[in-house]
């Protein structure tokens, strides 16, 4: 009966997404007021729907009803409670149906926050969420059914693959597509600014928050897949630039462009067409990105599907979404004139390098993942694009976003003088330079440049504080009281830009990683990186639905154990798959890691790691996604900018005062 509530309350979903995609378009269009009015409860309606149908296909998985398909191919009754819940997103119809829930989240989000927005664009907004969701909910619905039934039902489930049964793999899809689909609002935004004709410095405020909090979540979950990827993939890396990976890089690079963009807007009223176009490629590249996983094109451990009609239907729903969106920006694009002029060298002009190498980086990194397919579909070549071309093509553009990152928030607002700027840098510089140098002494150039960068942005990023606050340059309590004054978005730019140089040491630092692969037999040591890595035994263990096998690894440091590892290797018996469980011990400055290999000889292979820094690549991003969310707690993004219709009745009443008068 539950897996029949959820089919009905997602053909429901689906009615409600048509409904929410013509009414209120059309009660725009016509100003008709019932209809603009009727917008929000139809996107919260359809937000209920689909809540609903997720809650019953969760429930079918945590009872394991194994007359569900879905459940059944998924499913094990031995399976733990909270794989059991997310195996409700671990497979590919339960990812659509969990992408079709945010994207109405969004709407529902619009509809009960939106009440600053003029209620016609907010109407706009709405229509066009509820059009860009309903395309996958009928996927959802016809190809991609949830709820379909089994008879008769096996006795127990396949079960899911056991790379995804992790608890970094419980949190890191939702965190990730809210991140995706989030890009939607700032989308939807830009498409009813399209339809009606203009942009302005309002506009820019409210697409701003949204394009945040959807920045946020997008940093968080690819940096969770990273950290999944580290510990459990157990290679000790912690980015392959696999197509999948770049899938998410993608988005993410559009829009930090957008987000900066976006200021632009609402400072100068300039860079209008630009902004929108980033918009509808940030979305584009989200959807993109849905369509080379789920149809199966990329072969990885993300990938669900590997059914070509499926494919087929998430491609006319790109060519639908981001064709009509790019086909409406060629036809009304040129209305949205922009009114404000900025010199090159100024905070404006920085922003605006910013984009360009922003996106610049984003089309390389596309070219380089989606070239070995088309070279395969239209030359049937079999190429393979890894890391060296990517590190060699990304890093000349990376240096000069560095550079300007730290400068740029220093410059004036629409004039500025260089030379000044930098001066006001001069110690932010002095200080790079001295910590690049001394890494150059003992290291390869490019983790000294890293090193030298990291500082430039983490001083660069407090240098803007110590400027508006005139530290030393007026009395200490007058600097105290500034800073008490300032905005809680310019911290939250701060920790943005020094959670990049924390992320960019760490990275730095795992160029100094320590690696070695060595067979040892219980009561013998290796020696690694100044650590002595001693095998104390080999043992069987058991979890809830595998088998262990555990070794005990006492590390030590000139006679001083520092850490005990158990690492692990696993074997599912109703998959037959084994797996290895690698174990860390970190201080926040390195980490020790260790993976268990084959057993032979009497021993056991062991790989072993010392990796310095690398917790501080997730920690950075932490600190990134912090400044983010502190700087939506600031007031003016949380209240946005005044209802235009109060400005124009405002406006109206003066101009006849004044004609009176």
Not at 477 to 502: K, M
Request: proline residues 5%.
């Amino acid at each position: 009966m539950i897996p029949e509530l959820g089919h009905f309350a997602l053909a429901l979903a689906v009615a409600i997404g048509f409904a929410q995609g013509i009414f209120p378009l059309w009660g725009a269009w016509r100003r008709d007021a019932r209809l603009i009015q009727a917008a929000p409860a139809i996107a919260i309606g359809q937000f209920i729907a689909l809540g609903t149908a997720y809650a019953c296909l969760t429930w079918s998985n945590v009872v394991d009803d194994f007359s569900v398909l879905n459940v059944a191919e998924n499913g094990h009754s031995l399976k733990p409670l909270i794989y059991k819940i997310s195996g409700t997103w671990g497979n590919h119809e339960g990812s659509i149906l969990l992408w079709c829930l945010i994207i109405s989240l969004c709407g529902a989000a619009v509809a009960v926050a939106g009440g600053n927005l003029p209620s016609s664009l907010r109407a706009r907004v709405l229509g066009v969420l509820g059009l860009s969701s309903v395309g996958f909910q009928l996927f959802a619905l016809i190809e991609s059914n949830p709820f379909v039934r089994l008879w008769p039902p096996p006795m127990d489930g396949r079960d899911m693959n056991p790379l995804l049964q992790d608890p970094g793999l419980a949190i890191h899809p939702p965190i990730l597509y809210i991140g995706y689909v989030g890009f939607a609002v700032p989308f939807a935004f830009a498409v009813a600014a399209l339809l009606e004709g203009r942009i302005d410095a309002a506009w820019g405020r409210w697409v701003r928050p949204w394009t945040l909090a959807a920045w946020c979540f997008l940093t968080c979950g690819i940096a969770l897949g990273s950290w999944w990827a580290y510990y459990e993939l157990g290679w000790g890396g912690y980015w392959f630039w696999d197509p999948v990976e770049n899938a998410s890089l993608l988005p993410w690079l559009t829009g930090t462009a957008l987000l900066h963009s976006a200021i632009v807007v609402e400072k100068r009223e300039a860079l209008k067409t630009w902004t929108v176009l980033l918009a509808i490629g940030t979305f584009s590249l989200s959807l993109s990105g849905t369509f080379l996983v789920r149809s199966g094109i990329l072969n990885s451990v993300h990938s669900f599907a590997n059914d070509p009609a499926r494919g087929v239907f998430i491609l006319a729903l790109l060519g639908l979404v981001i064709g009509g969106s790019l086909l409406l920006f060629a036809l009304r694009a040129p209305v949205l004139a922009a009114s404000g002029v900025f010199a090159p060298i100024s905070r404006e002009g920085g922003l605006v390098l910013n984009n360009i190498l922003l996106c610049s980086i984003a089309a390389v990194v596309m070219t380089g993942t989606t070239y070995p397919l088309f070279a395969d579909l239209l030359l049937g070549e079999k190429l393979s694009v890894g890391g060296p071309f990517f590190n060699s093509t990304v890093l000349p553009l990376a240096v000069p976003v560095f550079a300007a990152m730290s400068v740029g928030p220093v410059l004036s607002w629409k004039r500025a003088d260089l030379g000044s700027a930098l001066i006001r840098l001069w110690w932010a510089l002095l200080l790079a330079l001295a910590v690049g140098g001394y890494a150059a002494i003992g290291m390869k150039i490019l983790p000294a440049l890293a090193f030298g960068a990291a500082v430039w942005l983490i001083a660069g990023a407090a240098a803007e504080v110590i400027e508006r606050v005139r530290l030393f340059r007026v009395p200490l309590g007058d600097s105290l009281a500034r800073l008490r004054g300032l905005p809680r978005s310019t911290f939250g730019t701060t920790l943005g830009h020094a959670g990049l140089g924390v992320t960019i040491a760490g990275i730095a630092g795992m160029s100094l990683a320590s690696e070695a692969i060595v067979l040892v037999k219980p009561g013998a040591a290796t020696h690694l990186a100044g650590y002595d890595w001693k095998l104390i035994e080999l043992h069987d263990g058991a979890g809830p639905n595998y088998d262990a096998r555990v070794a005990t690894i006492e590390i030590s440091r000139n006679g001083a154990l520092v850490a005990v590892l158990a690492p692990e290797r696993r074997q599912f018996p109703v998959q037959n798959i084994t797996t290895t469980e690698a174990k860390i011990a970190t201080n926040l400055v390195r980490d020790l890691y260790a993976v268990l290999g084959d057993e032979r000889d009497g021993g056991a292979v062991l790989r072993l790691h010392v990796n310095p820094l690398a917790p501080w690549i997730w920690l950075g991003a932490g600190v990134m996604a912090l400044g983010g969310l502190l700087s939506l707690t600031d007031r003016r993004l949380r209240v946005g900018a005044p209802l235009r219709r109060a400005g124009q009745a405002a406006a109206k009443s003066a101009a006849k005062m004044g004609a009176k008068a």
